[in-house]
Structure formats: structure tokens, C-alpha cells
């Protein structure tokens, strides 16, 4: 594997290793609450959930020793020494692309730190090869899109590369981890997590406990009230504790609330109920369209909004590829199930013929 394309990013922009960071940290807590037996998650959580780096790093062991939690399958051998050289030469390629300082001590710890996610993705990929579910991709992509990463709980330490951090550090939904990243750009840019994770493990156990299934679906404010949320944590509970559990398919929604997920057929109606939200949306889209006064607006500003609108039926195609994709692979997937099932059932039949037979004779056997 080469990673001579990559080069630092000419951006440092928080909202885009923000959005990359916390999809890595929902995968990764997506583990945990697929972990049935109630002493590793109590060895984890201990009382109030917050990201630490003793959390975030029990969660990083839980996902690469326990990940057919979640692959439902047997893990491929793992080459260590593939493993070891590819990370060794991404640790390389940053050093240099870090100039004179990739290899000083004060850039250190964004080069191991960095090596040590990227070597983890490594792992897991190697286990299960380009996983969905893999909960390292995406640090992963933040790594080859040009960003360095450096993860700790001594804000002290932190705030020599990130000023700005100690001013939030006393925040009522501040979490035990900050994040700071270092690209191209001279200066870093940082942020300190929140403490959504206690949040979702509460919304977790509501659901499962209250409303489990579909039939017994809850609105959005009998969520809010039966878990006695003040105004600004159910302000953020659709974007930062539904949503990140709704991708990791542990609840579903349907016209009547939100749900834990007891069957697959569940997860299917929860897709179908976002499917024909979009087609309302698209509905919408539709009617200004066509009602859409284009002499008011300049030749710049039609093209600006054509080009916009080619891009989001671009991407509206990208979906259902994926999907279309997606079910072709599990439709041969289960084809092969389904044969390798007949295989064992004829083997089976075959036995029990076998043990029928033996027995016909064996009654046959004076004593």
C-alpha cells in the first residue's frame, strides 16, 4: 500500500474533522452497545459516560477484539507484518510531509497519534475487508485527506498547539477528551468533546426497556419527558443521539416514533419511512419548480442553482447505487447461506437416514 498521494491539507476546517471524529467515536460506541454481557459494559462505563481516553481507548480494544459483535462473522487472518510496514510507511510519509518538524518533539505526538488510528483501521480492515462498519474509516479518511490528529485528556498539553480549548473546558456538556489537528495551515485547530455518549447510552436503555419494537414506538417529547431532558439536551438529542443510533441500526422510526430494533424487518421499515420522507421533500422540490419565477433571476444565479441541483441528483444516484449494490451482495450472500443450508440439510436427511438404517438392524438383534 502506498501513501506517497498523500499530502497535508491547505485546510484545517473544524466542522469537517468534527463531523469525521464523531462518526469514528458513534462507530466505536456502537460496540459497546452491542455488547450483551453487562460486565465488560459496566467495566467501561463505570458510572456517568463521558469520552475519556481510558473510555476511548476501552472502546478501541471492544471493537478490534469483539468485533464480530457487530460483523456477525468469522475474522480473517491478520498478516501483522503487512500491518506493521504499511503503518511504518504512513508514520514516513507524514514526517515529510511535515517538513523540518515532523520528526521534533513537538509535532510527535500528532505523527504517533495519527500512525496509531491509522494502524488500527489497518487491523480492522484486514479482519474484515472494506467493512461497513469498520469504526475507523472515518479518522481514517481524515488521515488521507491531509489531517493530523492528536487525542488526549491533559488539556495542559493540548493547549500549547490550541489555545482556545481551556475557555471551554468548564462547559456543562464538555466531555474528558479534547482533539486537536495540525495540517498544512500554521496554526492548529481544536475542540473539546462533548458528553453526548452519556446522553445515547440513556436513550439506549429508554428505548430498549420502553419501546421495544415497532408497536411500541414513543414520540420525540415522551422520549424527552420520560427521560426528564432539560430544553437545550432535547434540543440536541435529534442530531447528536438519535441520529448516530438510527445509522448504527440500533433504533428505527416510523410515523409513530422512535423504536428499538427487536427484527430485521424493522430496519427495513425504518428505511422505507426516510425513503418516503425524501420523496415528500422531492415532492416539494418538484411543485417550486414548476412554479419557479426564472425571470426574476439573473443567467449567473440560474446556473449557480443548476449546477447545485445536478449535484444533489448526483449524489441522490450515488445512493441508490449503494443500495442497489448493497442488495446484490447480500442477495448472494444469502444465495450462498441458502445453498451451503441445503448442503447441510442433505447431509443432515443423509445421517438420519444413516442412523435409521443402523437402528432397523439393531432391532433386528435378538438379546
Known amino acids: 500500500m502506498t501513501h506517497d498521494n498523500i499530502i497535508l491539507s491547505k485546510n484545517n476546517n473544524k466542522g469537517f474533522y468534527e463531523v469525521g471524529y464523531y462518526e469514528h467515536v458513534d462507530g466505536l460506541f456502537a460496540f459497546l452497545l452491542a455488547e450483551q454481557n453487562e460486565n465488560k459494559v459496566k467495566n467501561i462505563i463505570k458510572t456517568k459516560i463521558q469520552i475519556s481516553e481510558r473510555f476511548y481507548n476501552g472502546l478501541s480494544q471492544m471493537a478490534i477484539e469483539n468485533a464480530d459483535l457487530i460483523e456477525k462473522t468469522v475474522a480473517q487472518e491478520i498478516n501483522w507484518y503487512d500491518i506493521k510496514e504499511n503503518a511504518e510507511n504512513y508514520r514516513s510519509t507524514i514526517k515529510k510531509q511535515l517538513g523540518h518538524e515532523g520528526s521534533s518533539d513537538f509535532l510527535k505526538p500528532f505523527v504517533e497519534h495519527s500512525a496509531d488510528l491509522y494502524e488500527e483501521w489497518l487491523i480492522y480492515d484486514a479482519m474484515y475487508p472494506n467493512s461497513y462498519s469498520n469504526p475507523f474509516t472515518p479518522v481514517k479518511n481524515l488521515l488521507t485527506d491531509g489531517y493530523t490528529l492528536f487525542a488526549s485528556s491533559d488539556l495542559d498539553v493540548l ?136 425571470h426574476k433571476f439573473s443567467l449567473s444565479e440560474l446556473n449557480c442553482y443548476s449546477d447545485n441541483l445536478a449535484t444533489n441528483l448526483n449524489n441522490r444516484k450515488k445512493l441508490y447505487d449503494s443500495l442497489h449494490t448493497r442488495i446484490n451482495n447480500v442477495s448472494n450472500c444469502f444465495t450462498h447461506i441458502i445453498n451451503k443450508n441445503s448442503d447441510n440439510i442433505q447431509i443432515e436427511r443423509n445421517a438420519d437416514k444413516a442412523v435409521e438404517k443402523n437402528n432397523s438392524i439393531n432391532d433386528d438383534v435378538p438379546f
Open 159 to 294: 493547549s500549547e498547539y490550541e489555545k482556545t480549548l481551556k475557555v471551554y473546558k468548564d462547559s456543562e456538556f464538555a466531555g474528558n477528551i479534547a482533539l486537536v489537528s495540525k495540517t498544512a495551515r500554521k496554526s492548529f485547530s481544536g475542540l473539546i468533546t462533548d458528553n453526548r455518549y452519556d446522553l445515547q447510552f440513556l436513550v439506549f436503555e429508554f428505548l430498549k426497556n420502553y419501546a421495544c419494537g415497532k408497536e411500541n414506538a414513543v414520540k420525540f417529547n415522551e422520549l424527552a419527558v420520560g427521560l426528564n431532558l432539560t430544553p437545550t439536551q432535547a434540543k440536541t438529542l435529534k442530531n447528536v443521539v438519535l441520529l448516530p443510533l438510527k445509522r448504527n441500526l440500533t433504533i428505527g422510526v416510523c410515523s409513530r416514533g422512535y423504536y428499538f430494533i427487536t427484527k430485521s424487518e424493522e430496519i427495513l421499515e425504518s428505511l422505507n419511512y426516510h425513503f418516503q420522507k425524501l420523496e415528500g421533500i422531492e415532492n416539494t422540490l418538484l411543485h417550486i419548480l414548476e412554479h419557479l419565477p426564472i
